[in-house]
């Protein structure tokens, strides 16, 4: 007998293991930049990260998994591509201010 599992799509909501629509434009975004800018990235967050810089540790963990041709899960991905692509500097951030206002679940 064949079990069939049948995934129910909602609106607004990913399906456990589908992947964002926005995360093969944000590999390609990436992929675009040469290795010289990425190793200026990585560089950059690494020097970040070392200071506790939370973004940073993200980010440079997340590019060094890219640049070692390791999978990296969409999040991550998008999280870096958006990063990277709007200049943000990793900069030692107040205590105050490195909290999110918005809840960000796992799940959903």
Known sequence: MLD???????PGFLNVGEAHPAASNAMEYIASLDWAELSKWQESFSSCAIDGNRLAEICSETLRRLMAKQPVSDRYLLGLA???????KPRRLRKDKGKSKVKVSDTE
């Not at 069939?4 to 909602?10: D, G, L, P, S």
């Not at 958006?82 to 943000?88: E, N, P, R, S």
């Open 82 to 88: 958006w990063t990277i692509q709007h200049g943000v």
């Open 4 to 10: 069939c599992i049948v995934m129910e799509i909602k």
